[in-house]
């Protein structure tokens, strides 16, 4: 009887572990929306800002560089002006964003006071 209950219990807890990383081997990637931003219009630029801040919310995305003191590294050239890092949940979240309806509204504005390049990159695991 003993013997049973410790061979079930093994089996179950294999079983559960099997399953957890299963579950680990299923899950994404994080994304980032990489910008390096230079603001020419600071009334322009906030206007923009003030449109496309709120969709990041939407997709679960969040800031984790907005601004802030940038250094350069040796033989690296000019650091951008303004870097910003939004993270999201996964590039299939990110891609959604990137196409909503919101985002292309606020890309419709004819000047938005910057020069963008930016990109989207999917994370490691």
């Known amino acids: ?3 049973k209950l410790l ?3 093994l089996i179950g807890a294999a079983l559960g572990i099997g399953a957890v990383e299963g579950l680990h081997g299923q899950a994404k990637p994080p994304a980032y929306l990489i910008a390096d931003i ?3 219009n600071e ?3 906030k206007e923009w800002a003030d449109k496309i801040n709120p969709t990041f919310g939407q997709f679960g995305a969040k800031y984790l560089v907005r601004g ?3 250094i350069a590294i040796p033989g690296s050239g000019e650091p951008p002006k303004r870097s910003v890092l939004i993270v999201f949940e996964s590039l299939d979240k990110a891609k959604a964003w ?3 309806d919101a985002v292309k509204q606020a890309r419709s504005m004819s000047d938005r006071g910057a020069k963008f390049h930016s990109w989207l990159v999917e994370g490691a695991q």
């Open 1 to 3: 009887m003993k013997l």
């Open 98 to 100: 990137n196409e909503s």
């Open 68 to 70: 802030g003191q940038t």
């Open 7 to 9: 061979t079930a219990m």
């Open 38 to 40: 230079t603001v020419n």
């Open 43 to 45: 009334t322009l630029f």
